[in-house]
Nanobody, 124 residues
Framework: QVQPVESGGGLVQAGGSLRLSCAGS????????VGWFRQAPGKEREFVAA????????YNLDFAKGRFTISRDDAKNLVYLQMNNLEPGDTAVYYC?????????????????WGQGTQVTVSS
């Protein structure tokens, strides 16, 4: 099955940083927007950040803006999520997803290829 592959998750103390990576793994990212979502236990999957084909970005203003940075390297077919100043509330499984087209969206329905996710745990 062709799907994005996430990596870089792990256990970190509050205030620490992690950089998540998303590899195309058979999918081409070049002509598509890519997004990051997260899902904590017992909660809905929520939008974190997205990047379009012209490197325009969007962030969840409630928690990601100012702490998280999304970027892409089309030559390597990779998308990154740099997360700084992590808080226990950031603990979740983080998913990478490729959009159906070149522009980003906050809606899960706009993304049709999803990875298996990578666990991020932030201890207090």
């Amino acid at each position: 099955q062709v799907q994005p592959v996430e990596s870089g998750g792990g256990l970190v103390q509050a205030g620490g940083s992690l950089r998540l990576s998303c590899a195309g793994s058979g999918l081409i990212f070049t002509d598509y927007a890519v997004g990051w979502f997260r899902q904590a236990p017992g909660k809905e999957r929520e939008f974190v950040a997205a990047i379009n084909v012209k490197n325009g970005t969007a962030y969840n203003l409630d928690f990601a803006k100012g702490r998280f940075t999304i970027s892409r390297d089309d030559a390597k077919n990779l998308v990154y999520l740099q997360m700084n100043n992590l808080e226990p509330g950031d603990t979740a499984v983080y998913y990478c997803a490729r959009s159906r087209d070149y522009t980003w969206s906050l809606s899960k329905n706009a993304y049709n290829y999803w990875g298996q996710g990578t666990q991020v745990t932030v201890s207090s």
